[in-house]
């Protein structure tokens, strides 16, 4: 039988290929920090790092580092077990304290992916009596845990407070239950920032709750870092946020769900992706805990990452390359053309910056770009240098209009 499919999938993953859509994956040989060595899938040897979620520079850092090792002496490698049954230990509590604290929510429950924190929510939270209503450019893992749900979907333009007005009416008129906004913090393709205070006017006026995803906020976004709910002054006003510990927060995995103190109890008794994986690792739990630490003494980190989005945001508009308007440290450069976005990232890597080319089926058709992602670890010369390097790398590939 299989004979048969492998002929059919060769066939499918050629057409990927021909198409400009294949995706290698790039094999490195060091921690993740701002300079890495490639080991495979390209020109070897050390290279800057412009693609990884390391936005402050954590997922290396000594002190995260230290702690983990502590870790695994006091807790061990792993739970084997899920945590209703015997996989919750007092580390896991404890962060789930320290980021309902450092998010402002009343409480906290931790999944092992913010996918699955993502894909735990809606199925729980919502029936058949309810709707979603959804931005047409949220994360895949909010598009799915939406499609597990029972409810009444609606979905509004990206960031278009109009529309999303409309589907309020909509569901309303629709005799909605229990209404559920949900956005991106931060559109992660294109570091477009969400209108929260916005949002939130609107779910007042029409009785819904809001839910943020944030993995691309917390840590680095707002004056103290928690994120976009600070950014807009509406902490208070936001009920659900999932977040991931993949990114900013040291980079290793893991997610969670912080929100009103009785959606967290519900989701802990009903939630399937929490009820059927196993427990965070330890380590990695102990580990975010000193993150939360350092984050409380970031600012620099904060401010270093912004100069640094500013400077190459700034150098790359003069060098007449195209670049989502906005200040977060997700630069998108637009090239349009997958197999030329493909190519301009190679040559790049051949100049000794690491970038991805993204296209469809992660960004529409037509709207390939290499997405720039700036860390509070490069330094001003890193930053210049990736700037130099794009410039040499459009002149190779001979495209006037990148």
């Known amino acids: 039988m299989f004979d048969t499919v492998r002929d059919d999938l060769r066939s499918t993953l050629d057409e990927i290929r021909a198409a400009g859509l294949h995706k290698p994956e790039r094999v490195i040989g060091t921690p993740q920090n701002a300079a890495v ?8 040897g050390e290279v800057l790092n412009f693609c990884a979620n390391n936005y402050l520079g954590l997922a290396d850092h000594p002190e995260v580092v230290a702690a983990a090792k502590d870790a695994l002496d006091r807790w061990g490698y792993g739970m084997a077990s ?12 404890e962060l789930e304290a320290r980021l309902s604290a450092f998010l402002g929510q009343e409480d906290t429950i931790l999944y092992s992916s913010c996918f699955d924190a993502n894909g735990g929510v809606f199925e729980t939270l919502l029936g058949a009596e309810d709707a979603v209503i ?9 598009i799915d845990g939406i499609r597990l749900s029972k409810a009444r979907r609606f979905r509004y333009a990206n960031r278009d407070m109009a529309e999303l007005e409309a589907r309020l009416k909509e569901a309303t008129e629709g005799g909605a239950r229990r209404k559920l906004i949900v956005t991106d913090g931060v559109f992660s393709m294109d570091g477009y920032v969400a ?6 006017d609107l779910a007042e006026r029409y009785d819904a709750m809001v839910m943020v995803d944030d993995s691309h906020a917390v840590g680095f976004v707002g004056p103290g870092g928690r994120g976009t709910p600070e950014l807009h002054g509406v902490m208070d006003r936001v009920d659900i946020i999932t977040g991931t510990l993949g990114k900013a927060l040291g980079g290793a995995s893991g997610g969670y769900v912080a929100a009103r103190a009785e959606i967290v109890e519900l989701l802990r008794q009903r939630s399937r992706p929490y009820l059927f994986s196993n427990s965070l690792a330890p380590v990695i739990a102990a580990a975010s805990l000193t993150v939360l630490d350092l984050l409380e003494s970031a600012g620099d980190l904060r401010e270093h990452l912004a100069a640094n989005t500013a400077l190459f945001r700034t150098k790359m508009t003069e060098a007449g390359f195209e670049v989502l308007p906005g200040d977060h440290a997700i630069a ?20 000794g910056v690491y970038v991805i080319g993204f296209s469809y089926p992660v960004v529409p058709m037509g709207a390939a770009r290499i997405r720039v992602q700036l860390s509070a ?24 209009g990148v």
């Not at 899920?82 to 509590?93: L, N």
């Not at 931005?135 to 895949?140: E, K, S, T, V, Y």
Request: hydrophobic share 50%.
């Open 134 to 142: 959804s931005d047409a450019l949220n994360h895949a893992s909010i």
């Open 377 to 400: 670890a490069h330094s001003t010369a890193d930053v210049e240098r990736a700037v130099a390097a794009f410039i040499d790398a459009r002149a190779a590939l001979g495209t006037a």
């Open 332 to 351: 998108p450069v637009m090239i349009g053309d997958a197999a030329e976005a493909a190519r301009m990232a190679e040559l790049l890597l051949e100049r």
């Open 195 to 200: 209108p929260l205070a916005e949002i939130c």
């Open 82 to 93: 899920v945590r209703f049954i015997c996989g919750t230990q007092e580390v896991h509590k």
């Open 37 to 44: 060595a490639v080991t495979s899938g390209g020109a070897a």
